[in-house]
Every structure is written in C-alpha cells, then in structure tokens.
Antibody
C-alpha cells in the first residue's frame, strides 16, 4: 500500500524552528517529486513547497520562501521540511503529498498530516 | 501567488448536476493545461478527482468531469449523491514553477 506518514508537528513559539518529516512506503520513493501542502484551521489548502526526485530542484510559496527549506533522503525514503522564523500564521495541518509519475503538477497520494501550532 | 477564485458554496439536490468554477489568470489556469481538482471530506486528507484539466484518475467516479475555457476551469458533478457533499479545491501550475490552490468550495447536497 502506498503510504505517507507525517510527523514532527508540535506547539512552538513565534520565531522558533521546527523540522517536519514524512516517511514514505509502498512505492519507489526516488522516482517521484513530493509536495508539502498546509491547511490552517477552518481554512483552505495552501501549497507550500516542492522537491524533485533527487532533491536538485526545490520550489517555495512566497509566504515561506527564505524561512523554510525542503530536503529528502532517498536512502531513508524520507522527506523533510525545515521551518525557521515561525509566525503565528504558519499554524496549520501540514500534509506531504506525492506527485504523480513523470509530473509535478498534481498529487495523487496524500498523508494524514501533522499539526503545527505557533503560539506564545 | 494569489489564490484561484472559487465560489464559497454551491448546492444541489440528489440526481442533479452542479458545476464549480475556478478562475485564475494567464499565468496559471489560462497558461497551462495543468488544472487539478481535489475533494476533501471533513477531517480527511484531500483526494485527487481530476488532473490535467479533464482526466480522471482510477478510483474517481465517472460522474466527475473537468473542463477549461480561457482563465476559468470548471468541475462538473453529475447525478449528485449524498457522498459527494464535501469541500472541493482546484489547483493550477503557475509560470513561477509553483502550484496555487483555489479558496475552496463547500458542496451541500440538499
């Protein structure tokens, strides 16, 4: 079964840092680009970041560029999101989502998400 | 990276058809045939329903269809069923090599 499991979400103070992880199983991890998408409480989906299959290309939403970095360890079938200079508006459920084969423009498998709360 | 524009809510009776619009610009929806649609039930992760404007993945009901004209994409659900009640989000690839979502549409089945 294709599966993505996010972890690392906690309560953190504004200005703090946090690293989220996404563990993949059931597919050849290094064949696919992976996205991070977030959803603030009661709000819609917001695309956050994308990393290509080998980590050589990364992309970010304007709202997080310069504060977040995305990386992957294909030997561990894992994806990471390093979040620095956190703001209250970063509070959200963070999903990792697998891109479909041969593309980056849509996601065909999603995890259940991990919750990040930025609050003093 | 402004969000794509969707109606906040739509409704329909069982058996009817409804259409949800998704309006962007020539830098996203209008510039690429890379619009996708996701269904999200409360407390659940999103599920892909349509990709590349009008293609349906395996596992998505054939009652769901997509189209695009200019800067506006549309999702049509025919033969509305109670299980279709959910939030729906469009997404598009952009000229900045990023993705952008719409604000979401709450579908109510009356």
């Amino acid at each position: 079964e294709v599966q993505l499991v996010e972890s690392g979400g906690v309560v953190v103070q504004p200005g703090g840092s946090l690293r989220l992880s996404c563990a993949a199983s059931g597919f050849t991890f290094d064949d696919y680009a992976i996205h991070w998408v977030r959803q603030a409480p009661g709000k819609g989906l917001e695309w956050v970041s994308l990393i290509n299959w080998d980590g050589g290309s990364t992309y970010f939403a304007d709202s997080v560029r310069g504060r977040f970095t995305i990386s992957r360890d294909n030997s561990k079938n894992s994806l990471y999101l390093q979040m620095n200079s956190l703001k209250t508006e970063d509070t959200a459920l963070y999903y990792c989502a697998k891109a479909a084969v041969g593309t980056i423009v849509y996601m065909d498998v999603w995890g259940k998400g991990t919750t990040v709360t930025v609050s003093s | 990276q402004s969000a794509l524009t969707q109606p906040a809510s739509v409704s329909g009776s069982p058996g009817q058809s409804i259409t949800i619009s998704c309006t962007g610009t020539s830098s996203d929806v209008g510039g690429y045939n890379y619009v996708s649609w996701y269904q999200q039930h409360p407390g659940k992760a999103p599920k892909l329903m349509i990709y590349d404007v009008s293609n349906r993945p395996s596992g998505a009901s054939n009652r769901f269809s997509g189209s695009k004209s200019g800067n506006t994409a549309s999702l049509t659900i025919s033969g509305l069923q109670a299980e279709d009640e959910a939030d729906y989000y469009c997404s598009s690839y952009t000229s900045s090599s990023t993705l952008v979502f719409g604000g979401g549409t709450k579908l109510t089945v009356l």
